[in-house]
């Protein structure tokens, strides 16, 4: 159980001004939220990535930032971090980039042949061909293949925990679908602590058993897709309009540009 203690963070400004929230083991939530509103800060303080100016983060009764020494460590082996550009090491290539995710300690106690099994199942568990990607930079990649290959590298330590900040961002609909399906399998085979960072609320509402809504450094709503999508709460109402009209404006651009794609493809090229 991961539990949040009123976590207050500023940055120049307040971003995060008192959040309470406890995930139960095995939940997946899904956090959403304006731009700049805190929530990849939140996801950070699960791990102690970025400290709180006040308040504490407790995971199975564990606190993050005023527990025994030693701690924070043990805390961070049970979590996996998906990071919002994958994150992915330039000069590494697929397997070097995965089995990091492996913790140093772990792989010296597993030996090189079970750790390329490891990475071997991670791969294809995130619907990758390791013969073909295993000796591929993540230059050699596409966008799609970078989120899986990160994701990959996040599971294959097998943890208990797993934080996604913004996993779908960048990706075209058809690739954001089948991340967020990969998600949703994962958690269903493995019953992991799922908390997801995203803008995308109807990929959210698809696969979480929670969503949260963050808004001016406040928790201000949390519960089910079912009571979301009910909710006659004037913020929610109003950022889930907000985001309904941003998907329609970008599907219409997307297809006036496929239109002139095609228009020039069938008149040639202005020369």
Same mark, same amino acid.
């Given at each position: 159980? /991961?539990?949040? #203690? @009123?976590?207050?963070?500023?940055?120049?400004?307040? $971003?995060?001004?008192?959040?309470?929230? *406890?995930?139960?083991?095995?939940? %997946?939530?899904?956090?959403?939220?304006?731009?700049? &509103?805190?929530?990849?800060?939140?996801?950070? &303080? *699960? /791990?102690?990535?970025? $400290?709180?100016?006040?308040?504490?983060?407790?995971?199975?009764?564990?606190?993050? !930032?005023?527990?025994? %020494?030693?701690?924070?460590?043990?805390?961070?082996?049970?979590?996996?971090?998906?990071?919002?550009?994958?994150?992915? !090491? @330039?000069?590494?290539?697929?397997?070097?980039?995965?089995?990091?995710?492996?913790?140093?300690?772990?792989?010296? =106690?597993?030996?090189? #042949?079970?750790?390329?099994?490891?990475?071997?199942?991670?791969?294809?568990?995130?619907?990758?061909?390791?013969?073909?990607?295993?000796?591929?930079?993540?230059?050699?990649?596409?966008?799609?293949?970078?989120?899986?290959?990160?994701?990959?590298?996040?599971? $294959?330590?097998?943890?208990?925990?797993?934080?996604?900040?913004?996993? $779908?961002?960048?990706?075209?609909?058809?690739?954001?679908?089948?991340?967020? =399906?990969?998600?949703?399998?994962?958690?269903?085979?493995? #019953?992991? *602590?799922?908390?997801?960072?995203?803008?995308?609320?109807?990929?959210?509402?698809? /696969?979480?058993? =929670?969503?949260?809504?963050?808004?001016?450094?406040?928790?201000? !709503? /949390?519960?089910?897709?079912?009571? !979301?999508?009910?909710?006659?709460?004037?913020?929610?109402?109003?950022?889930?309009?907000?985001?309904?009209?941003?998907?329609?404006?970008? #599907?219409?651009?997307?297809?006036?540009?496929?239109?002139?794609?095609?228009?020039?493809?069938?008149?040639?090229?202005?020369?």
């Amino acid at each position: 159980m /991961i539990e949040y #203690r @009123d976590i207050h963070k500023a940055f120049d400004v307040p $971003v995060l001004t008192g959040v309470s929230l *406890t995930v139960p083991e095995g939940e %997946t939530l899904a956090i959403v939220g304006p731009s700049g &509103t805190g929530k990849s800060v939140l996801l950070k &303080t *699960t /791990i102690g990535l970025i $400290v709180p100016d006040r308040g504490d983060v407790v995971i199975d009764g564990e606190s993050v !930032f005023c527990g025994r %020494t030693g701690a924070l460590q043990e805390i961070r082996q049970k979590a996996g971090y998906v990071f919002q550009n994958a994150a992915l !090491f @330039d000069s590494f290539n697929v397997y070097e980039n995965v089995a990091l995710g492996i913790q140093e300690q772990e792989a010296r =106690r597993l030996g090189q #042949r079970e750790v390329h099994r490891r990475v071997w199942h991670a791969l294809e568990d995130v619907n990758l061909d390791p013969l073909a990607v295993l000796p591929k930079l993540p230059a050699e990649l596409s966008g799609g293949m970078r989120k899986r290959v990160g994701l990959a590298r996040a599971i $294959v330590g097998r943890p208990q925990i797993l934080l996604y900040d913004e996993p $779908v961002t960048g990706l075209d609909p058809v690739n954001a679908a089948s991340v967020e =399906r990969l998600i949703e399998t994962i958690a269903d085979k493995t #019953r992991v *602590t799922s908390i997801i960072v995203t803008h995308d609320i109807e990929g959210a509402l698809s /696969i979480c058993d =929670r969503i949260g809504l963050l808004e001016g450094g406040k928790l201000r !709503f /949390i519960g089910t897709p079912q009571e !979301f999508r009910r909710s006659t709460e004037p913020l929610v109402r109003a950022f889930a309009d907000r985001q309904a009209a941003a998907l329609v404006a970008m #599907r219409t651009e997307r297809g006036a540009r496929r239109r002139r794609k095609a228009e020039l493809t069938s008149t040639g090229s202005p020369s």
